[in-house]
């Protein structure tokens, strides 16, 4: 079997970032956009407060934003790994919950917001001089809900379908729509605040009805009225695919709610007002956003690269990359940084004029709020580097520490000491804190890049190739880590004259692939508890995703070929519709799987049962991920075996007897 050739490994890396990286930018700024168009025509409109009243209800849209992107970002990686595992109708099955829930979701919510809009609005810090103009924009934005939530769903399947351009397109003219309507409704009409949440409304319209045609158009399913209708375990593993989504918009949504209070509380014992630290600190926010936009847009056209030559062993290329990644990302901070410091009136000016006050807190707040700004052209790559080398703790870790462990607590404690100067004290504080932690990770995974040997634990093929059975067969063996289920397999294989694949799959892996067999070993079939939170965050499949779809079909092609034992992967699942497989499970009670691991590898006592804990875990971690069921639930295999009852070596011949019966199988 040839290596599959892959651009990613040999094309110049600027190249590749661009090719990448420029419709990641695009599809990021077209987001930030979205919600800053209004900002500017209702701050030259209206004026300031009106900035502030679209700054309380916000976190609405973001939450609505959080709902959609949990189900999108969900059905869309449903929908790659059911095709990648071959099942189709499941993929459909993902994609047709996913709009379902879209539409109950979106209704549910904007049933919500239009009853409690005045509580969720006190929620979010809204004062008195804001809550009309707040209220006329909310009830208008809420009505528009379903239409955003729906189309920004179907956004992210009709990405995973193929079609990145359509659903750019659809994006791209919602957003210049807006940006059309907004100054007519605005200025032309005098409808002032009503007339942007019209035009914005109008705008997720469009793009919703774009969306909704392309469902006949689908290029890899087909959807049926039956397709529509909800089922609890597809639904719940669509809601946990993209759950990551959901929790990064809402951790903005949590610190948006807290800094508003903040500003609205030491605002009023400030010169300043609440009205306007709310509405100056809303903006700056969205104006940061674009310089983050556009990082992100890089590091994710990255990914890919990173992902692929790590796997590859060709850490030059890996190294490469993040010192271009780096040095792009830091030169555009550090330009955004220049500009916030120097000419923040000017910035703050396109979204309105104001009074000296408004206007010193502004030049105050670019300037001290973002003084650190440049350490976002570090921190916001490191996570998604992380993420691409299938480091999911450290990748969760960066992606959520700035906003939840750093800066909600320095808001809150710096504005207890110094008031309102406080909050904005918290922004440099919080980032800096991100860049140390950052840089120390990336530091050290560099240094050790490429430092680990590795040793194949593959054994030698000794099984006969001569067939002692008269039928095809396939066992898979499911197996505690410590119950001796792998040995038992080499057993069986060996007494029956058939294959045995366990470690024998890396090496088949790794020519298929092009991975380094290392990469391969340490991700496959381990599913660590803070994956959950990467999915679908950066890209819809994580490393772990597209090593199990390339196994499911590596598995697929050898049994079709050959009788074999395959040890673990899934295997009882992926060829569940097979009627010519033994599927067993292998478990021993603790003290004998100590006494093995304690025996074969050398561990203490007390290290080898919490590696056996750890690796079990894992295991059934990674089961459950991808079929959904418990690992260890009996009802998933024809046999289970306790392996200190019968020993490995009766436990082999019961299994070789069972396959050798007359009518089984």
Request: hydrophobic share 45%; proline share 2%.
């Amino acid at each position: 079997m040839e290596k599959e050739e892959n651009i990613l490994g040999y094309e110049k890396i600027g190249k590749l970032i661009r090719k990448f990286s420029i419709p990641c930018i695009v599809s990021m700024l077209v987001n930030s956009l979205y919600n800053i168009v209004d900002q500017i025509f209702i701050g030259q409109g209206v004026g300031y407060l009106g900035n502030g009243a679209t700054n309380i209800v916000f976190p609405l849209a973001i939450t609505a934003l959080a709902l959609a992107l949990m189900l999108g970002d969900g059905s869309s990686a449903y929908l790659s790994l059911k095709l990648g595992e071959k099942k189709k109708d499941e993929a459909t099955k993902g994609v047709g919950n996913g709009i379902a829930l879209s539409i109950i979701i979106s209704i549910i919510f904007t049933a919500i917001t239009l009853l409690f809009l005045p509580q969720l609005l006190n929620i979010f810090g809204c004062t008195d001089a804001l809550r009309d103009l707040a209220t006329s924009y909310g009830r208008i934005i809420a009505v528009g809900l379903p239409f955003m939530i729906i189309g920004t769903t179907l956004n992210s399947i009709i990405r995973a379908d193929g079609s990145p351009k359509y659903a750019m397109t659809s994006m791209v003219t919602g957003a210049v729509l807006n940006i059309i309507l907004d100054p007519i409704l605005i200025f032309v009409f005098k409808m002032g605040v009503e007339g942007a949440a019209i035009a914005t409304i109008f705008s997720q319209f469009v793009t919703f009805i774009l969306n909704i045609l392309y469902i006949k158009k689908f290029k890899s399913i087909t959807l049926s009225k039956e397709m529509f209708k909800l089922k609890f375990s597809v639904s719940r593993k669509v809601a946990t695919l993209g759950i990551s989504s959901f929790i990064t918009q809402m951790s903005f949504v949590f610190v948006m709610a807290v800094e508003n209070n903040l500003l609205g509380k030491y605002g009023a014992e400030s010169k300043f007002g609440p009205e306007i630290p709310i509405t100056v600190l809303g903006i700056v926010m969205k104006v940061s956003q674009i310089l983050n936009s556009i990082i992100i847009g890089i590091t994710v056209g990255a990914q890919p690269i990173f992902g692929y030559n790590y796997g590859a062993r060709r850490f030059d290329r890996v190294k490469d990359t993040l010192k271009l990644v780096l040095r792009t990302s830091v030169l555009i901070s550090a330009v955004a940084f220049i500009l916030f410091q120097t000419i923040p009136d000017k910035l703050i000016s396109i979204f309105g004029s104001g009074d000296e006050l408004y206007m010193e807190f502004a030049c105050l707040t670019f300037r001290t709020y973002l003084l650190l700004c440049i350490c976002n052209g570090i921190q916001i790559p490191a996570g998604i580097f992380f993420q691409a080398i299938g480091k999911s703790v450290k990748s969760a870790i960066l992606s959520l520490s700035r906003q939840m462990a750093f800066l909600i607590p320095a808001m809150i404690i710096l504005s207890s000491i110094f008031g309102l100067m406080g909050v904005l004290y918290s922004g440099p504080v919080a980032d800096g804190i991100a860049f140390v932690l950052a840089v120390t990770l990336l530091i050290l995974e560099v240094k050790h890049l490429g430092k680990a040997t590795y040793k194949s634990q593959t054994l030698a093929d000794d099984t006969s190739t001569e067939e002692k059975i008269g039928k095809h067969i396939v066992i898979t063996i499911s197996r505690e880590y410590g119950s001796g289920g792998r040995y038992i397999g080499r057993l069986v294989a060996d007494k029956l004259g058939i294959k045995f694949y366990d470690k024998e799959f890396i090496g088949k892996l790794s020519e298929k692939t092009g991975l380094a067999e290392e990469y391969i070993e340490n991700y496959e079939q381990k599913r660590e508890a803070l994956d959950a939170i990467n999915n679908g965050y950066y890209s819809n499949l994580s490393n772990a995703d597209e090593l199990f779809i390339k196994e499911a079909e590596l598995v697929k092609e050898i049994v079709e070929k050959e009788s074999c034992v395959i040890i673990g992967r899934c295997a009882d699942f992926t060829l569940s519709n097979r009627k010519d497989v033994l599927k067993v499970f292998v478990y021993s009670d603790m003290e004998n799987k100590i006494k093995r691991v304690t025996e074969i590898y050398g561990l203490n006592k007390s290290n080898a049962e919490k590696e056996i804990k750890k690796i079990n875990k894992l295991r059934a971690n990674h089961y459950k991920h991808y079929t959904e069921k418990d690992w260890n639930n009996s009802e998933n295999y024809d046999i289970c075996i306790n392996s200190d009852y019968l020993g490995v070596e009766k436990s082999a011949d019961l299994i070789c007897n069972i396959v050798q019966t007359e009518n089984v199988l």
